[in-house]
């Protein structure tokens, strides 16, 4: 399962595609030049249990590591995951 990125300078997400569709999908705007926000994530009834929504905001996370910024996570489901994965917490 590969989750890939787009990102336009003002928003963007994190995806996985499955047979040519988006099949997951987690969206987020930039908050200045140095954090982004979160705000909604979706998941098809294909991919529920698969762990999708966790490796897409671990690929946020890394993508924060990578460029030295921050996340606030507005949407509910990826605040779970920082609450439930202590070590990824580095980038809130």
């Given at each position: 399962m590969e989750v890939r990125q787009s990102d336009n300078g003002l928003k963007g997400s994190f995806y996985i595609e499955q047979?040519?569709?988006r099949a997951a999908e987690m969206t987020y705007v930039w908050a200045g030049t140095d954090r982004i926000i979160i705000d909604h994530t979706d998941v098809s009834p294909a991919l529920k249990g698969k762990n999708a929504g966790k490796q897409m905001v671990l690929k946020a996370v890394k993508f924060a590591r990578e460029k030295g910024i921050s996340i606030i996570?507005?949407?509910?489901f990826a605040k779970s995951v920082f609450d439930r994965v202590p070590e990824i917490r580095d980038v809130l």
């Open positions: 047979d040519g569709n996570p507005l949407c509910p």
